[in-house]
T-cell receptor, first 113, second 114 residues
């Protein structure tokens, strides 16, 4: 089975530009998570969905960040406008109801100059 | 409240010698515990998990961990290190019954010396 798929793997953009990160969870998984990893703060949960519905977005840094899950196989994390402090690796993860382990994608390394 | 403390930020072992990565947790409830490994520029891969079954958990690539409630520990071990084990290791605690809020340790970087 394919794992969690994320695109792009690397993104370099200029401050002020809009950035969209994409994620395809493992088929059959009904929970989807977005994380951010930085050297200073480690891994942080940004938001998670259950059955395509956002359940907890308390980790979203500010209004510049938004996430959607239009269907069970696709989610986006958008940053608009982007700032240099948004530079990080963004991970998507998914899991199935009844199982506690989460499966992570390869991540998107975002650099905002 | 849940939290995880990884007691060593860096561990260095020689190839073929045992590995011990230490993790202590704090949990108000019966926890689920996990170890993940992250190789450079890669995502996190699940090594093993404890979810209230057997206290000695076997994972992939020869790794094991033992859940010790009295010591609130979940240390990761491997009898013989391989060069490919060099990576960052994360201990994670989650409140049992939800699986949604993961609390990550700060990570332990494992170096394997040839």
């Amino acid at each position: 089975d394919a794992g969690v798929i994320q695109s792009p793997r690397h993104e370099v953009t200029e401050m002020g530009q809009e950035v969209t990160l994409r994620c395809k969870p493992i088929s059959g998984h009904d929970y989807l998570f977005w994380y951010r990893q930085t050297m200073m703060r480690g891994l942080e949960l940004l938001i998670y969905f259950n059955n395509n519905v956002p359940i907890d977005d308390s980790g979203m840094p500010e209004d510049r960040f938004s996430a959607k899950m239009p269907n069970a196989s696709f989610s986006t994390l958008k940053i608009q406008p982007s700032e240099p402090r948004d530079s990080a690796v963004y991970f998507c993860a998914s899991r199935r109801t009844g199982r506690y382990e989460q499966y992570f994608g390869p991540g998107t390394r975002l650099t905002v100059t | 409240a849940q939290s995880v403390t990884q007691l060593d930020s860096h561990v260095s072992v020689s190839e073929g010698t045992p590995v011990l990565l230490r993790c202590n947790y704090s949990s108000s409830y019966s926890p689920s515990l996990f170890w993940y490994v992250q190789h450079p520029n890669k995502g996190l891969q699940l090594l093993l998990k404890y979810t209230s079954a057997a206290t000695l958990v076997k994972g992939i690539n020869g790794f094991e961990a033992e859940f010790k409630k009295s010591e609130t520990s979940f240390h990761l071990t491997k009898p013989s290190a391989h060069m490919s084990d060099a990576a960052e290791y994360f201990c994670v605690v989650s409140e049992s019954g939800t699986g949604n809020q993961f609390y990550f340790g700060t990570g332990t970087s494992l170096t394997v010396i040839p």
